[in-house]
């Protein structure tokens, strides 16, 4: 049985949320699935992600693979990262070390991307208040005609 890491839809008509499920590649999308190993609320700010990393790292290393989705998830939870690390036989405080440098550089990211949003969003409200403060222009009159 070849079995998959990806994603269940949860939740109303378009207000979706996702379980991430160990199933059979032959199920459907919402159909019985093996395991539960998480979820992943999209629509939430921050994103909400939540994964079992030694249930996703054990059918990893099953041979479950990732849906597209579901490995940009473990990417970004550093599951895969950690897991690289341990087959490169590294020993356990290089890994530590390594992902702890990876979160530090993560954070920094993260707060870049803050910043940026913060300033996108203060200078649509300037430019919104700019628009709202000028008065509509009046056409020109023109020469010859009256």
């Known amino acids: 049985m070849a079995v998959r ?3 269940r839809r ?3 008509k378009k ?3 996702y379980r991430i499920v160990a199933i059979d590649s032959r199920a459907a999308r919402d159909g019985k699935y093996l395991e539960s190993l998480g979820t992943y609320n999209p ?3 921050p994103l909400a992600l939540d994964i079992q990393e030694e249930r996703a790292r054990y059918w990893l ?3 479950a693979q990732p ?3 579901v490995y940009t998830l473990l990417q970004r939870k550093g599951i895969l990262l950690r897991r690289h690390l341990q087959h490169q ?3 356990a405080t290089k890994v530590q070390e390594e992902v702890q440098k990876w979160e530090s550089l993560q954070a920094v ?3 870049r991307q803050e910043a940026a949003s913060t300033q996108r969003k203060r200078e649509a409200k300037a430019a919104s208040a700019t628009a709202e403060a000028e008065p509509p222009a009046e056409p020109a009159p023109t020469d010859g005609e009256s």
């Open 5 to 7: 890491l990806r994603l």
């Open 10 to 12: 949860m939740g109303k």
């Open 15 to 17: 207000q979706p949320y």
């Open 43 to 45: 629509r939430s700010e």
């Open 61 to 63: 290393d099953q041979g």
């Open 67 to 69: 849906s597209d989705t």
């Open 89 to 91: 036989a590294a020993d």
């Open 109 to 111: 990211k993260l707060q």
